[in-house]
């Protein structure tokens, strides 16, 4: 978590990749870390749409993706 968060806050994103530690959760990436993968989800919890019916496609921020995906692209150039 640390190198995300130090990524994050390389390309300017630290008020989106907050440094602190959230809500542990088990999910689809569990199995991947017991394969030896290195995984995390990133969720914002604060999006009420988040695991329900509402979580849909008109919902998915455009800047979100892009700031997420610029931070994963910089940690796998690493």
Do not use: C, N
């Amino acid at each position: 978590m640390q190198r995300v968060w130090q990524t994050a806050d390389k390309l300017g994103y630290s008020r989106v990749f907050v440094p602190r530690a959230g809500l542990t959760l088990i999910d689809d990436h569990v199995p991947l870390q017991h394969a030896g993968i290195h995984a995390i989800d990133v969720i914002d919890f604060d999006f009420p749409y988040h695991h329900t019916t509402e979580d849909t496609i008109d919902k998915v921020s455009a800047e979100s993706l892009q700031i997420v995906g610029d931070v994963a692209m910089a940690l796998v150039s690493q």
